[in-house]
Structure formats: C-alpha cells, structure tokens
C-alpha cells in the first residue's frame, strides 16, 4: 500500500507540534504496509527550512519517504477539480498545488496521510486519507 503524505503531515512532524508523536507513529505502521512518497510540490512547501536539497532529502530518508513525479494524469485531475473547485464558488483559499497534492495521492497512490480541513473529502471524495 502506498502512502502519499501532505505537507500539513511534515510540518506537523519538522515543528514537533503536539500531533507530531501521534504522526510518527501512524507513518512508521504505514511503511510497514508499503513505500510513503511525496510529490515535488510537498517537497518544495518545507525546502526553505532546510538549508538545501539534500538536507530535506536526508531528512526525507530519515522518514523512509521518497519524491515521487507527478503523472500527467494526476496533473489533468488536479486542473479539473480546481477548475470545478472555483466554478462552484470555492474561495482562492486553496489553490492548484493542493489540487496537485491530493490528486497525485489519488492517481499515483492507495491513502494520502494529511490533516483534512474538509476540502479533500469534498473535492477527492474517493481518495483514502490516513489520519492517527
């Protein structure tokens, strides 16, 4: 089973915030289940915490995660949405790489581990979420 991660999950877990210990342990049992991966664009969201690539990159290794590219599919699903996202009203509050984020989950993916402020369930209603 692969485990795609979002960047809400890392900063939790870069921050220590009180969550992080509950993430840890839910990250460590999903990749005894199968590989957790990340796209570029949750790479790129905490790489200015880092000093460069490869820090992030060893810090990623540390968490048995991988880069894993965006497929052209889960690119032209992620436009759609968000096109239907603002379509139907949605505000500028979320933009295409969250789009990205969860539509690589969905594509290239079984689960995406993220904290669901309610937009994944509505926008990626089939899509598996991991949360502790």
């Given amino acids: 089973m692969i485990t795609a991660l979002n960047s809400s999950v890392l900063w939790s877990v870069i921050r220590k915030e009180t969550s992080a ?32 690539p490869a820090a992030l990159t060893e810090y990623l290794n540390r968490l048995s995660t991988a880069c894993d590219p965006i497929t052209p599919e889960a690119a032209h699903l992620a436009g759609l949405t968000f096109k239907n996202y603002r379509k139907a009203g949605g505000p500028r509050q ?39």
């Fill in 21 to 52: 210990d509950l993430w840890l342990r839910a990250l460590l049992q999903a990749a005894l289940e199968g590989p957790l991966v990340i796209s570029p664009v949750v790479f790129a969201e905490p790489a200015p915490s880092t000093a460069d």
């Fill in 94 to 132: 979320h933009l295409v790489p969250d789009f990205l984020i969860a539509a690589h989950a969905q594509v290239q993916a079984n689960r995406l581990a993220a904290i669901d402020r309610g937009y994944l369930r509505k926008w990626f209603p089939s899509l598996r979420l991991l949360v502790p």
